[in-house]
C-alpha cells in the first residue's frame, strides 16, 4: 500500500532536481545571450565579388557539384534586409540548398546605404542597377537566358524589372512573400495615411529612414510578438538546439538596415498611396511597369500568416502578368517562416527545386 506514494515521491524528487538543473543552465545561458557571446556565423558559403558599385555588390556563390544547370539563378534582396537571410548557416541557407541542387547562384546586395544615397530613387535600382548586374552574369555565364528569385521587395524589384525590359532573355522568375496590391497591406496602409504621415517632411529632414524607425514599423505590427520571444526562449534556454535556432532567427529578424530616403518617398507616396503598380499607372523614369509584358514562367510563393506582406496584398500578383506558364501556392506560417526555418526547408524550398530545375536546362 506504501509502493505508489514511495514512488510518486521519487518521481516528484527527480522533476524538481531535473528543473533545479535546467534552471541553472538557464540563467548561464542567458549571460552569453545577453552578453551576445558565441553568436552564430551567418553568410558563410562561399563567394566572390563580381561587380561592385558603391554600396552595390554582386556575388558569384563558389558551385558544390560538379554539373551546374544551364540557366544561372540571380537572387535580389529587399532594400531593408542583409543577404545573409537567405545565407543563414550551414543546414538552413537557401543558398547552399541551391548550390547543392546543380543551380549556378548568383545574389545582388544593395549594401547598407550611406548618408549621401539619401537620392537613390526606384529608377536607380530597376533601371540602371539591375540591368547592369543581369549584364554582368550574363558575360560571366556565357548565357543570355537567366532566373530572378526575389524575396519581399526584392521580389518586388525582379517583378518591376521584368515588366520594364521585356526584351531582356529572363527565363523564370520566382517571387517569395512578394505585395502587389498595397490595398492589402493592413495597418502598413493605416499608419501611413497621408492625412497624418507627412513623408515628405519625414526624408527631407532625416534623408535615410533610420533602421530603427523600420525596425519599429515591423514590431508594432505585432509588438507582443518579442515579449513572447523572449518568454519561449527562457523556458528552453537548457536546449541548445533551440537556443542557437532563436539566436540565428533573432540576428535576422533585428539586423534591418537603413531605407534609402527618395526610394523610401516613392514607395509610400506610388505604392501605399497610389497602389500604382497594382492600378496599372506606375512609372519609373517615364517608363511604365507593365506586367502583362511579363511571358516567362512565374511561380509565385504566399504565407497565409505573413504580417509583412500580407496573403491578400501578395495574392493578385500572377493575375498581373502576362504568362501562361505560371503558378500560385500558399503555405502556412508567416514571413520569416516561409523562407527560413524547419518549415522552409520542408516546405518551400523542394517545391521551388521542383519547379526550377526543369525550366533550367
Known amino acids: ?37 558565441h553568436e552564430p556565423e551567418v553568410g558563410v558559403t ?21 554539373e551546374v544547370y544551364r540557366v544561372p539563378v540571380i537572387l535580389v534582396m529587399s532594400l531593408i ?53 543581369v549584364e554582368e552574369v550574363q558575360r560571366t555565364t556565357r548565357e543570355r537566358e537567366f532566373s530572378l528569385l526575389g524575396y519581399c521587395m526584392g521580389g518586388l524589384f525582379a517583378l518591376m524589372y521584368g515588366s520594364i525590359f521585356p526584351e531582356a532573355r529572363l527565363n523564370n522568375l520566382v517571387c517569395v512573400a512578394t505585395p502587389v496590391d498595397f490595398s492589402g497591406m493592413g495597418l502598413f496602409q493605416r499608419w501611413s495615411d497621408p492625412r497624418w504621415f507627412n513623408v515628405d517632411r519625414m526624408v527631407d529632414t532625416m534623408g535615410n529612414i533610420p533602421a530603427e524607425f523600420v525596425m519599429a514599423s515591423l514590431e508594432l505590427l505585432r509588438p507582443i510578438d518579442r515579449m513572447l520571444g523572449l518568454v519561449r526562449l527562457w523556458d528552453n534556454l537548457w536546449n541548445d538546439a533551440y537556443v542557437y535556432n532563436w539566436r540565428v532567427r533573432y540576428k535576422w529578424v533585428n539586423d534591418q538596415i537603413p531605407f534609402p530616403g527618395e526610394a523610401y518617398r516613392q514607395m509610400v507616396k506610388q505604392f501605399i498611396w497610389g497602389n500604382q503598380l497594382m492600378n496599372g499607372e506606375l ?14 514562367s512565374v511561380f509565385h510563393a504566399m504565407a497565409e500568416h505573413d504580417h509583412i ?31 527560413s526555418g524547419a518549415n522552409a526547408i520542408m516546405r518551400l524550398w523542394p517545391t521551388v527545386n521542383d519547379w526550377l530545375s526543369i525550366r533550367s536546362v
Open 309 to 339: 506582406a500580407p496573403y491578400e496584398a501578395t495574392r493578385p500578383l500572377t493575375s498581373l502578368v502576362g504568362s501562361k506558364d505560371k503558378q500560385d501556392m500558399a503555405f502556412r506560417g508567416g514571413h520569416v517562416s516561409l523562407i
Open 1 to 37: 500500500m506504501v509502493t505508489q506514494p514511495v514512488d510518486a515521491s521519487l518521481e516528484l524528487a527527480q522533476q524538481m532536481r531535473r528543473e533545479a538543473t535546467r534552471t541553472v543552465e538557464r540563467t548561464l545561458r542567458a549571460r552569453d545571450v545577453l552578453m551576445g557571446r
Open 81 to 133: 534586409s542583409k543577404p545573409y537571410i537567405l545565407d543563414l548557416v550551414p543546414g538552413q541557407s537557401f543558398v547552399e540548398f541551391l548550390l547543392r541542387h546543380g543551380y549556378d547562384v548568383y545574389m545582388v546586395d544593395w549594401g547598407v546605404p550611406r548618408p549621401e544615397d539619401h537620392k537613390l530613387r526606384l529608377e536607380d535600382y530597376v533601371l540602371d542597377f539591375m540591368p547592369r548586374c
Open 283 to 296: 512609372r519609373l523614369g517615364g517608363r511604365l511597369v507593365d506586367p502583362q509584358l511579363i511571358t516567362c
Open 46 to 66: 562561399p563567394k566572390e565579388t563580381i561587380y561592385s558599385r558603391g554600396t552595390l555588390q554582386l556575388y558569384r556563390y563558389r558551385p558544390m557539384v560538379d
